[in-house]
């Protein structure tokens, strides 16, 4: 039950990125992972990354946000 909770935010997640709905980041933290393994998920599922320099300005915000 746990794991298809865990599955679920990572398929939503990946959806909402695919639309452009949320960034790399929040994707990131929607899935429960880091970064670096969210990018590897899109890449797996074949999802471009459409990352901008507002993406990159929210996940600065958010990472600071995270270091906290």
């Known amino acids: 039950k746990k794991r298809a909770s ?5 398929l939503i997640a ?3 990125f ?3 709905a949320i960034s790399m ?10 970064i670096a393994d969210f990018m ?3 890449a797996q599922k074949e999802i471009p ?4 320099e507002e993406d ?3 996940d600065m915000k958010w990472a600071r ?3 906290k």
């Open 49 to 52: 990354l459409h990352y901008t």
């Open 18 to 20: 695919r639309e452009g």
């Open 25 to 34: 980041g929040k994707g990131a933290e929607i899935a429960g992972m880091c």
């Open 14 to 16: 990946l959806e909402l």
């Open 40 to 42: 590897d998920l899109t």
């Open 6 to 10: 865990v599955e679920l935010k990572k």
């Open 56 to 58: 990159l300005q929210e």
């Open 65 to 67: 946000g995270v270091m």
